[in-house]
């Protein structure tokens, strides 16, 4: 069974950090791709990053781009999503998620965590 598990969510100021992790287990992601989407409270769940696990190439989202970064840790089997300088409209619940192609189209994810919390305050 296919499991991923987000952490790292909670409360920051403005102008603040968070590192959100996703663990993932059931399968094997090495021919994947793993991202980040977020959906703040009445919109839809929107693309923030993604990594090609085979070689690295990553796509963000252009109001992240700069902010976010994205990596991977093979031998933890874990994506992880640093987001600095943040800002109230970051403020939302982030998903961790996984698809066949490097894509930011939410539909060919097939695969996803339950989601984390992230607020930020101004």
């Known amino acids: 069974q296919v499991q991923l598990v987000e952490s790292g969510g909670g409360l920051v100021q403005a102008g603040g950090s968070l590192r959100l992790s996703c663990v993932a287990s059931?399968?094997?992601?090495?021919?994947?791709?793993m991202a980040w989407f977020r959906q703040a409270p009445g919109k839809e769940r929107d693309f923030v990053a993604a990594i090609r696990w085979s070689d690295d190439r990553i796509y963000y989202e252009d109001s992240v781009q700069g902010r976010f970064t994205i990596s991977r840790d093979n031998a933890k089997n874990t994506v992880y999503l640093q987001m600095n300088s943040l800002k109230p409209e970051d403020t939302a619940v982030y998903y961790c998620?996984?698809?066949?192609?490097?894509?930011?189209?939410?539909?060919?994810?097939?695969?996803w965590g339950q989601g984390t919390q992230v607020t930020v305050s101004s």
């Open positions: 998620a996984s698809a066949q192609i490097l894509t930011r189209r939410r539909s060919l994810y097939d695969y």
């Open positions: 059931g399968r094997t992601f090495s021919s994947r791709t």
